[in-house]
């Protein structure tokens, strides 16, 4: 089995989870009334996707 030969420092360690944080999810702008929302995703308050609408959400 495979044993490192020095002992890893804290700070190698530290650079190596310091590169994992989270990023900010990006949000996608409304052209018709200027609300955010996740892209690739129907839009939460009206129901569209790509300029379709895809869910009624007057049903809803």
């Given at each position: 089995m495979a044993v490192?030969?020095?002992?890893?420092?804290?700070?190698?360690?530290?650079?190596?989870?310091?590169?994992?944080?989270?990023?900010m999810p990006q949000f996608a702008k409304d052209p018709n009334d200027g609300s955010t929302f996740l892209p690739h995703h129907i839009h939460p308050k009206t129901g569209m996707y790509r300029g379709r609408q895809v869910?009624?959400?007057e049903a809803n």
């Open positions: 490192p030969k020095r002992k890893q420092s804290k700070q190698r360690s530290r650079k190596r989870r310091g590169a994992n944080h989270f990023a869910i009624d959400m």
